[in-house]
């Protein structure tokens, strides 16, 4: 078990299980009601062959994480991020994270997820920001004093944002580990909810969850996936009328700030800013338009965030 994923209850680990394994006795009953299908009388045996192949190829499909699923999933790894750095306790600001980064989400490729976007400001003088499937995204006060303007906020959040949409952080999970997920889950014994079975399944849910925990908070993203997260921070700024440049502007600000050298938080998780500035700049600059930083939200940010401590 990942030493991160200890803080979870079993109790409510197994709840997020029996969701999945509710959704997945349905594809298996669907299997078994191609086989009465079937029957000599009625098929022969190529068209039998082919059915099954169908049948076989539908419930693959249907293996695959539903929005749902990534909810419960992201919600598991929320509480072991909460369980490392604390939430701060300030609802003024956490109201105005929320209000700047559901203006990105209106704008992003996935504006729509099961239960919404969640953003949250953790208690840590580190700079730091985090994305969890199902749209759970974190931005320490750290990071928060390192911004300029409401559009260097905005550029963070739409960075994290572009993870959510593009489903990275499940794209971290070893197949391996969901192929003996989904493999218990449509067995017999698994359908009984069988307490073997059952602890298999905690056990390799713990080990899904240990999997996106370690690339968020230990091993960050593949560097891949984190220049398609500044790629698709600049479109979606861009749409929502903020300035792209205020991510150049973050990076640049990033480069220069006294954590720089110090390898702990975004610097542990994250490619050095220097490298991706030069393709982030690329990307700005080939823009037809781009919005400039506006004066009123600059005021608003400072009116939120000039006496954090």
Same mark, same amino acid.
């Given at each position: 078990?990942?030493?991160k994923?200890?803080?979870?209850?079993?109790?409510?680990?197994?709840?997020?299980?029996l969701?999945?394994l509710?959704?997945?006795?349905a594809?298996?009953?669907?299997?078994?009601?191609?086989s009465v299908?079937?029957?000599p009388e009625?098929?022969?045996?190529k068209?039998?062959?082919?059915?099954?192949?169908?049948?076989?190829a539908?419930? &693959?499909s249907?293996a695959?994480?539903?929005?749902?699923e990534?909810?419960?999933?992201?919600r598991s790894?929320a509480?072991?991020?909460?369980a490392t750095y604390p939430?701060?306790?300030?609802?003024r600001l956490?109201r105005?994270?929320n209000r700047?980064?559901q203006?990105?989400v209106?704008?992003?490729?996935r504006?729509?997820?099961?239960?919404?976007y969640?953003f949250l400001?953790?208690?840590?003088?580190e700079i730091?920001?985090?994305?969890a499937?199902?749209g759970?995204?974190f931005i320490?006060?750290?990071?928060?004093?390192?911004?300029?303007n409401?559009d260097m906020?905005?550029?963070?959040l739409?960075?994290?944002v572009?993870?959510?949409?593009?489903?990275?952080g499940?794209r971290?999970?070893?197949?391996s580990?969901?192929i003996?997920?989904?493999r218990?889950l449509?067995?017999?014994?698994?359908?009984?909810?069988g307490s073997?079975e059952l602890?298999?399944?905690?056990?390799?849910?713990?080990?899904i969850?240990?999997?996106i925990?370690?690339t968020?908070?230990?091993?960050?993203?593949?560097?891949?996936?984190?220049?398609?997260?500044d790629?698709l921070?600049v479109?979606?700024?861009?749409?929502?009328g903020? &300035?792209?440049?205020?991510l150049?502007?973050?990076?640049?600000a990033l480069a220069s700030?006294a954590?720089a &050298?110090s390898?702990?938080?975004?610097?542990?998780?994250?490619?050095?800013p220097e490298?991706?500035?030069a393709k982030?700049s690329?990307k700005?600059?080939?823009?037809?338009?781009?919005p400039a930083?506006a004066?009123?939200?600059t005021q608003?940010?400072?009116?939120y965030c000039?006496?954090?401590k």
């Amino acid at each position: 078990m990942n030493r991160k994923t200890k803080s979870l209850p079993r109790v409510f680990l197994a709840g997020v299980v029996l969701v999945v394994l509710a959704y997945l006795i349905a594809c298996a009953a669907m299997e078994k009601g191609v086989s009465v299908l079937t029957s000599p009388e009625k098929l022969s045996q190529k068209d039998k062959a082919s059915l099954l192949r169908v049948a076989k190829a539908l419930r &693959s499909s249907f293996a695959d994480i539903t929005e749902e699923e990534e909810y419960y999933i992201g919600r598991s790894v929320a509480a072991t991020i909460l369980a490392t750095y604390p939430a701060l306790n300030n609802s003024r600001l956490t109201r105005y994270v929320n209000r700047v980064g559901q203006a990105v989400v209106l704008y992003s490729d996935r504006p729509e997820i099961f239960a919404g976007y969640h953003f949250l400001v953790l208690d840590s003088n580190e700079i730091n920001a985090m994305a969890a499937p199902g749209g759970f995204i974190f931005i320490t006060k750290g990071l928060l004093r390192l911004c300029r303007n409401e559009d260097m906020l905005a550029a963070v959040l739409a960075h994290e944002v572009g993870h959510v949409a593009a489903k990275h952080g499940l794209r971290s999970i070893k197949k391996s580990r969901l192929i003996e997920a989904f493999r218990l889950l449509a067995s017999e014994a698994a359908q009984r909810s069988g307490s073997a079975e059952l602890a298999k399944l905690v056990s390799t849910y713990e080990s899904i969850l240990g999997d996106i925990t370690a690339t968020l908070i230990e091993r960050g993203y593949d560097r891949k996936f984190e220049t398609e997260a500044d790629e698709l921070a600049v479109k979606f700024m861009t749409r929502a009328g903020y &300035s792209p440049t205020a991510l150049s502007d973050f990076l640049a600000a990033l480069a220069s700030s006294a954590q720089a &050298s110090s390898g702990k938080g975004w610097f542990k998780t994250h490619p050095a800013p220097e490298k991706r500035l030069a393709k982030v700049s690329a990307k700005i600059k080939a823009l037809p338009q781009v919005p400039a930083v506006a004066k009123v939200r600059t005021q608003r940010f400072h009116q939120y965030c000039s006496r954090l401590k």
